[in-house]
């Protein structure tokens, strides 16, 4: 056959189109950005018991298929055993930061001597500097800590008071699942992917966490089980979760008059090394470089979520940008869109014509001549 002669690229009607497709798509944006923040009281309850059941699933099957456990009953169980979970994560962050509003004051007290002694044994005058006249060249802004911790509170308590939505929504999305021979190619492949991915993510986020809390509680460094919990959450935050949980003990490691050198040393390194260990060569080798993010992507990610959900929206951007990587590359229309959440920019200078519009006439015309 014929091949049809090719579609150029710079007539009228061509620019046209890709205007507006360009502001259809912008519209979209704001219209989904302004329906994920009126929808976050039941989105929010929603996204996390979805997430929670991909990472039960695998448990559910082991209790059917090894213990022969019947279905209701693993996937009440199971369901009861994520709640447990999520409410002693929400208790021990509850507790943790009441405990160290408690104990801000002397913390505080703390700080400002240690900035006094190094603002003492620095000479200023050699360096044509003068401190301040209390003698601290830091001031602490109390008001600005108090109400992050505040602000942390309330979505703790938000998520506890919606326990009970999530645990309804985690038991019907756990029984309303059917089997796998009923649900189309296509998307057993995507569910396959996200359920490997979210379990994956758990498994590697709870040997981050443990390991980190161990550490640091057998070093005597106060509030390890706080740390080793926010190395758990943060772990689903790829290249700059890690350096954050790095980061978050130091204050606490340096100001603590108790621990000897060494301990603080060890402290700090070996925390470091297992994150950095694990982030950077166990999680390639076991998930591949096909589900990694942009940096780039990721702050976006946290920003956007975090401006419609809060503390909570900031947590679950990275799973939500993940999973829609996962989706959109396993659709070949939106698969370049993919590769550019994960930094390769080659659509962007690809020459060939549809590279990033795969609904172009060019493309009708590549599917044309497949056919022919």
Not at 9 to 17: D, F, M, V
Not at 229 to 254: D, R
């Amino acid at each position: 056959m014929i091949a049809p002669e090719p579609v150029s690229l710079s007539t009228p009607e061509h620019s046209h189109r890709r205007i507006t497709e360009t502001c259809l798509v912008i519209l979209t944006v704001i219209a989904v950005g302004a329906t994920l923040f009126f929808l976050r009281p039941v989105l929010v309850p929603f996204v996390l018991a979805a997430f929670i059941s991909y990472a039960l699933a695998p448990v559910i099957e082991y209790l059917m298929r090894r213990l022969r456990v019947p279905r209701f009953v693993a996937i009440l169980g199971t369901a009861f055993l994520g709640l447990m979970l999520l409410a002693i994560i929400a208790m021990v962050v509850a507790s943790a930061a009441a405990e160290m509003v408690e104990n801000f004051p002397q913390y505080k007290t703390k700080v400002q001597t240690l900035t006094s002694r190094v603002t003492n044994a620095v000479p200023w005058d050699r360096l044509g500097m003068k401190p301040k006249e209390n003698g601290r060249m830091i001031d602490i802004p109390t008001a600005a800590i108090a109400g992050f911790v505040a602000a942390a509170l309330g979505s703790v308590t938000e998520l506890v008071s919606n326990a009970a939505l999530v645990g309804l929504f985690l038991i019907f999305l756990l029984i309303g699942r059917g089997k796998d021979s009923d649900i189309p190619p296509m998307l057993r492949e995507i569910e396959l992917s996200v359920r490997r991915y979210v379990g994956q993510q758990v498994a590697l986020a709870a040997v981050t966490g443990i390991g980190t809390g161990a550490i640091l509680a057998l070093l005597g460094v106060d509030f390890a089980v706080v740390f080793g919990l926010l190395a758990f959450l943060l772990n689903f935050v790829p290249s700059i979760g890690s350096i954050i949980s790095i980061l978050l003990p130091l204050p606490v490691i340096w100001i603590d008059p108790e621990m000897g050198t060494s301990a603080k040393v060890l402290a700090i390194v070996l925390p470091a090394t297992l994150q950095l260990t694990i982030d950077n060569v166990v999680a390639p080798r076991v998930q591949g470089n096909s589900l990694k993010l942009h940096p780039v992507v990721v702050i976006l990610a946290m920003i956007f979520f975090g401006m419609l959900w809060g503390i909570v929206g900031a947590f679950l951007a990275t799973p939500i940008t993940a999973v829609l990587k996962i989706i959109l590359d396993r659709i070949p229309p939106t698969r370049s869109a993919a590769r550019l959440m994960g930094g390769d920019l080659a659509p962007l200078s690809d020459p060939s014509p549809g590279a990033l519009l795969p609904n172009s006439a060019t493309d009708k015309v590549h599917l044309s001549n497949v056919s022919a």
